[in-house]
């Protein structure tokens, strides 16, 4: 699941061209980003408000098993750290 | 052309500085190893700052051709290759890291904080139905959630 405050339309796009199947969810007025914590204000091209890169796994009982918070946005999870982790899901 | 009277250290210097500049988005940011730490740009400008040095030492030797042409030239061109390294040191090292703490995120062992969001389909979707609904008759181990910054 990926989330950002693109709109749909944007989202689909990007799915398209990148070919991800998973959902992009949109947050336009980021209640989530922000219930969340992850609000990285006025980092938007027009000085929206936008989420900072964050990458959560949640178990089936909804209980955050890992959390990664990058310092520097050019850092992200990477897909083999995800594998790893997701072993500790039962 | 005579390769000796032309600067061509002082000018594969800026080129080296350039491409040190621009192969990051264009390449190294697509590969885990030189994008989590810029160590091939960093390489690059270290070439591109021996190569500067040189072509300052030539623009400045006493049996310089055009002397304060080349002076003159030479000390731009290394103060602008010295400028695209600092505008990218301050970019990766400084900028990017300017991001929120995010001190009340959900940790680990706490609830993810239930949503409902719009897909690219515009169907609504909720944590709780992501948790719940079973893919190809099994039960969801989990999910994973990436918040990304987007393209707006």
Same mark, same amino acid.
């Given at each position: 699941?990926?989330?950002?405050?693109? =709109? !749909?339309?944007?989202?689909? @796009?990007?799915?398209?061209? *990148?070919?991800? $199947?998973?959902p992009l969810l949109s947050d336009r007025n980021a209640e989530t980003i922000r219930r969340y914590d992850l609000v990285h204000a006025g980092a938007g091209e027009h000085?929206?408000?936008?989420?900072?890169?964050?990458?959560?796994?949640?178990?089936?009982?909804?209980?955050? &098993?890992?959390?990664?918070?990058?310092?520097?946005?050019?850092? /992200?999870? /990477?897909?083999?750290? %995800?594998?790893?982790?997701?072993?500790?899901?039962? | 052309? @005579?390769? /000796? /009277?032309?600067? +061509?250290?002082?000018?594969?210097? #800026? #080129? %080296?500085?350039?491409?040190?500049?621009?192969?990051?988005?264009?390449?190294?940011?697509?590969? =885990? %190893?030189?994008?989590?730490? =810029? +160590?091939a740009n960093l390489l690059l400008f270290l070439v591109a700052a021996v190569l500067l040095f040189i072509g300052l030492r030539r623009a400045f030797a006493r049996d310089?051709?055009?002397?304060? &042409?080349? &002076?003159?030239? *030479?000390?731009?061109?290394?103060?602008?290759?010295?400028?695209?390294?600092?505008?990218?040191?301050?970019?990766?090292? %400084?900028?990017?890291?300017?991001? !929120?703490?995010?001190?009340g995120a959900p940790q680990v062992g706490q609830k993810a904080p239930d949503f409902t969001l719009t897909d690219t389909n515009g169907k609504s979707v909720s944590l709780?139905?992501? #948790?719940? $609904?079973?893919? @190809?008759? @099994?039960?969801?181990?989990?999910?994973?959630?990436?918040?990304?910054?987007?393209?707006?």
């Amino acid at each position: 699941m990926a989330i950002s405050v693109d =709109p !749909p339309e944007a989202s689909r @796009n990007l799915a398209q061209q *990148a070919g991800y $199947t998973f959902p992009l969810l949109s947050d336009r007025n980021a209640e989530t980003i922000r219930r969340y914590d992850l609000v990285h204000a006025g980092a938007g091209e027009h000085g929206q408000d936008i989420s900072r890169p964050a990458e959560f796994l949640v178990d089936s009982s909804g209980t955050v &098993r890992w959390v990664h918070l990058t310092e520097n946005y050019w850092v /992200r999870a /990477r897909p083999e750290q %995800v594998l790893e982790v997701a072993k500790l899901l039962k | 052309m @005579n390769l /000796r /009277r032309v600067n +061509w250290p002082l000018w594969a210097g #800026l #080129l %080296v500085t350039l491409a040190g500049f621009f192969s990051y988005i264009t390449v190294f940011m697509w590969y =885990p %190893v030189t994008r989590d730490f =810029p +160590w091939a740009n960093l390489l690059l400008f270290l070439v591109a700052a021996v190569l500067l040095f040189i072509g300052l030492r030539r623009a400045f030797a006493r049996d310089c051709p055009h002397r304060w &042409r080349s &002076r003159i030239i *030479a000390s731009l061109v290394t103060a602008f290759g010295a400028l695209v390294i600092a505008l990218f040191l301050f970019g990766f090292f %400084v900028f990017a890291r300017w991001i !929120p703490a995010s001190k009340g995120a959900p940790q680990v062992g706490q609830k993810a904080p239930d949503f409902t969001l719009t897909d690219t389909n515009g169907k609504s979707v909720s944590l709780g139905e992501l #948790l719940s $609904t079973p893919i @190809n008759g @099994n039960a969801p181990k989990g999910v994973l959630l990436i918040f990304y910054r987007g393209y707006w």
